[in-house]
Nanobody
Framework: QVQVVESGGGLVQAGGSLRLSCAVS????????MGWFRQAPGKEREFVGG???????YYADSVKGRFTISRDNANNTVYLQMNSLKPEDTAVFYC????????????????WGQGTQVTVSS
């Protein structure tokens, strides 16, 4: 069973930055595609971005230019660097593993973390 654990959430003022980390168990991390999703209260879970096993990155239009996803295969970790944060970025952020590739559809991901809260104050 693959375990996924996010960390790094918190409270930040608008315009600030946060870096989320996602640690994944197992010996085949380098073959996984990884996705980041978020869910705000009363809203559906939405795709934020993803990174393929080849480190190709993909982003939602709402975060393009502000968020950056990277991976460290030696440490089985993927990162979400978030800059120029806005109050509308407030959500629980989730990391997910895909054995097939990056997509924007949550149901295509195989393993999920428990989420980490990001709150951006105005």
């Amino acid at each position: 069973q693959v375990q996924v654990v996010e960390s790094g959430g918190g409270l930040v003022q608008a315009g600030g930055s946060l870096r989320l980390s996602c640690a994944v168990s197992g010996r085949t991390f380098s073959s996984y595609a990884m996705g980041w999703f978020r869910q705000a209260p009363g809203k559906e879970r939405e795709f934020v971005g993803g990174i393929s096993w080849r480190s190709n990155t993909y982003y939602a239009d709402s975060v393009k230019g502000r968020f950056t996803i990277s991976r460290d295969n030696a440490n089985n970790t993927v990162y979400l660097q978030m800059n120029s944060l806005k109050p509308e970025d407030t959500a629980v952020f989730y990391c997910a593993v895909s054995r097939t590739g990056v997509t924007g559809t949550a149901s295509t991901y195989d393993y999920w973390g428990q989420g980490t809260q990001v709150t951006v104050s105005s």
